[in-house]
């Protein structure tokens, strides 16, 4: 198999009891939150022992500083063994276990596999609590991309042969060249409407909001905005002195922006970005802020380690 069908067996969706769900951010009311999907540790050996064979591949485990463990997993390719790392922190529960888990997560994203599920869109579920954590009360319907193709539910999973088999829903034209001008991903249109309707949200609604969208994209709208619909410098410094007081600097406001807005910095957002983003700060506690930074980041396992190679201890 040449290197380019080895990625694509690697990068290949899972069908959907290979994927499990957690809750990211919540609601004030902690009647909802994000869902973040991850592949199971299972699915992934059984990968790549369909790609490699159970002799070609291998991985292994360092504990990198305090609280933290690496994981390499090594392939086979030809006569050359080629090794990507990964690392993750120690759990709340079952600290290590938790801990050598989510780095071969992360280092199974380093080869590809499992990583369209960063490509998901995010969605907002019912959650319950359970202890002192929440969880899911309902899953999401995974776009069909994200399936592989030739999947056929079984009688165990019944969730979601009941969810593919609803029909096609019907989503008006105006909302489709809406959807289209705003320059959103053709695939999404139907899950993301889906999901709109299922919270509540009526047509009209949903309209509103793509209207919104693109005046925000083409610089028509917004309180108090400049001439080409950006911020203000009194939008912006109101931002970082309002991010100043709650403790917060410079990177956690960018963080912030990259999440809500999926922009770098306050000099790409409108000026409805950054009132929103001001009434955010002046309404949310710090704590709060940082939760949401931390918890709204994809199949996120713990924090996110930069490893260089100096950083290794071998």
């Known amino acids: ?52 064979g159970p002799f070609g591949w291998q991985n292994q485990f360092k504990e990198w500083k305090q609280g933290s463990q690496l994981c390499g997993i090594s392939v086979k390719f030809g006569d050359e063994w080629i090794t990507k790392w990964d690392g993750a922190d120690d759990s709340n529960q079952e600290a290590t276990k938790g801990g050598l888990s989510d780095s071969m997560k992360r280092a199974a994203y380093q080869w590809g596999i499992g990583r369209y599920l960063y490509r998901l869109p995010q969605v907002w579920m019912p959650i319950k609590q359970v202890g002192r954590s929440y969880v899911l009360d309902k ?16 009688s165990s999973e019944t969730h979601y042969q009941e969810q593919h088999s609803k029909p096609t829903t019907s989503i008006p034209a105006t909302i489709r060249a809406k959807w289209e001008a705003g320059g959103a991903n053709p695939d999404m249109l139907e899950f993301w409407f889906r999901n709109c309707l299922e919270e509540g949200k009526t047509v009209e609604d949903i309209e509103q909001f793509l209207t919104e969208k693109i005046q ?39 963080q912030l922006i990259r999440y809500l807005n999926h922009k770098q910095s306050t000099s790409e957002l409108t000026s409805k970005e950054a009132s ?36 290794l201890p071998f």
Do not use: C, H
Request: no cysteine; proline share 5%; net charge negative.
């Open 1 to 52: 198999m040449d290197a380019s069908k080895v990625l694509e067996a690697l990068q290949a969706p899972f069908p959907p009891e290979d994927i499990e769900w957690r809750v990211g951010s919540t609601n004030k009311e902690k009647t909802k939150g994000l869902a973040l999907a991850y592949v199971t540790n299972r699915a992934i050996q059984n990968r790549l022992d369909e790609v490699f």
């Open 139 to 154: 899953k999401p319907t995974l776009p069909s991309w994200a399936i592989p193709k030739d999947y056929k539910q079984g």
């Open 216 to 254: 925000e994209k083409n610089g028509t709208k917004g309180n108090g905005q400049t001439g080409n619909g950006t911020a203000s410098d009194k939008q912006r410094k109101a931002i970082f002195a309002i991010a100043k007081n709650k403790g917060l600097n410079e990177e956690n406001i960018k």
């Open 276 to 311: 929103d983003l001001i009434s955010l700060l002046n309404e949310t506690e710090r704590d709060e802020l940082l939760a949401m930074i931390s918890n709204s980041r994809g199949p996120d396992f713990g924090r996110s380690i930069d490893i260089s190679d100096d950083d």
